[in-house]
């Protein structure tokens, strides 16, 4: 599993924790939009095999075969011919709109990412963070390094792994 459907798995779960019908319609839009780009995929995996097959065919053709376009029947290189660069054509299409297929499910986890933000934002409230402050004077601040933040209406704070 690549990091990108890794990731996409994680947002899907993530969002399985809201109720509402815009998550399932976002979630079966996500599934529908990965379901598509997967067959798109495998598509193209076959133009590029038969496009592969067409190449090995003339290759072998033209260095094993005596007088290799005029032994065999025009019809058959014709139709070598033909399958080739339909196989090509259909190379490009299926490569272009697996690029849609994709920009559409970035656009899903966008969305994805919106309504989960959303979603700790109602159970746990905003989150409050504090600027870092260059403090070079060598005292110790205690505002600086630390995140506040509220949960259940209850200020939290959090130490900073990394002190400047």
């Known amino acids: ?6 990731h996409t798995e994680f947002l899907r779960h993530c969002l399985r924790y809201g109720e509402s019908t815009e998550r399932r319609k976002l979630e079966e839009g996500i599934t529908q ?27 072998y053709g033209t260095i094993l075969v005596d007088n290799f376009p005029y032994n065999v029947p025009q019809f058959i290189v014709n139709l070598v011919c033909a399958l080739g660069l339909g196989s090509l054509i259909s190379l490009l299409a299926f490569v272009g709109l697996g690029l849609v297929y994709r920009w559409k499910l970035d656009q899903r986890r966008e969305e994805c990412r919106q309504r989960i933000a959303r979603l700790l934002e109602s159970r746990l409230g905003k989150s ?5 402050r260059d403090n070079r004077d060598g ?6 390094g630390r995140v506040a933040g509220k949960v259940n209406d209850s200020p939290v ?8």
């Open 1 to 6: 599993m690549s990091e990108h459907q890794k």
């Open 33 to 59: 939009v990965q379901r598509d780009l997967r067959c798109v995929q495998r598509a193209t995996w076959l133009m590029a095999i038969l496009i592969a097959l067409v190449m090995a065919g003339f290759v």
């Open 128 to 132: 409050l963070t504090t600027p870092w």
């Open 139 to 144: 005292e110790e601040d205690d505002r600086a």
């Open 157 to 164: 704070k959090i130490e900073s792994a990394a002190r400047g």
